[in-house]
T-cell receptor
């Protein structure tokens, strides 16, 4: 089955700096890679996703890059703000029959210092 | 609009008891997923429904776990003879279709004492 590794496990940055979180996956059949933000006591919230026919996707301060050959993908957050502090999870899925069953990484706790 | 709703938000039960956890997906979403999240870890897939049927239950850890979705909307995760190792946050997610993004509920925190 799929295995997703995520690092670092914790990341502390100064407000306004950039943050980068990296993930690797093992199953070449995976073709859908979402990123979720989870705040304390809440469920994961989808913040951005990318499919394997795209190498990069950007949404305001958030961007995701994908390298299919190397089987790794990364989340980039620019101009970090204190409200970006949370746990971030990457995930991978083959997104084919029967459905979108996600395999998650172990999470990165991001702390943005004001 | 309303998101995925899970009840109860917290459940404390004694070892050996039976529990039911409920998930109300986003209206119109045909795909429904259950995940389990242990402390400090990422969610782990349990079971997937497309409509009323369980299309994939390969993540259920053993036969004490069972889930239903009789009318293709609300789903119930059932755990028999609970063990302390079942303590975790149980997350439900739904999607408009099987091949689209999943939206998660806030989870049910289950504590077995």
């Amino acid at each position: 089955g799929e295995n997703v590794e995520q690092h670092p496990s914790t990341l502390s940055v100064q407000e306004g700096d950039s943050a980068v979180i990296k993930c690797t996956y093992s199953d070449s059949a995976s073709n859908y890679f979402p990123w979720y933000k989870q705040e304390l006591g809440k469920g994961p919230q989808l913040i951005i996703d990318i499919r394997s026919n795209v190498g990069e996707k950007k949404d305001q301060r958030i961007a995701v890059t994908l390298n299919k050959t190397a089987k790794h993908f990364s989340l980039h957050i620019t101009e970090t703000q204190p409200e970006d502090s949370a746990v971030y999870f990457c995930a991978a899925s083959p997104l084919e029959w029967p459905g979108n069953m996600l395999t998650f990484g172990g999470g990165t706790r991001l702390m943005v210092k004001p | 609009g309303a998101g995925v709703s899970q009840t109860p938000s917290n459940k404390v039960t004694e070892k050996g008891k039976y529990v039911e956890l409920r998930c109300d997906p986003i209206s119109g979403h045909t795909a429904l997923y259950w995940y389990r999240q242990s402390l400090g870890q990422g969610p782990e897939f349990l079971i997937y429904f497309q409509g009323t049927g369980a299309a994939d239950d390969s993540g259920l850890p053993n036969d004490r776990f069972f889930a239903v979705r009789p009318e293709g909307s609300v789903s119930t995760l059932k755990i028999q003879r609970t063990e302390r190792g079942d303590s975790a946050v149980y997350l439900c997610a739904s999607s408009p279709r099987r091949d689209t993004e999943a939206f998660f509920g806030q989870g049910t925190r289950l504590t077995v004492v």
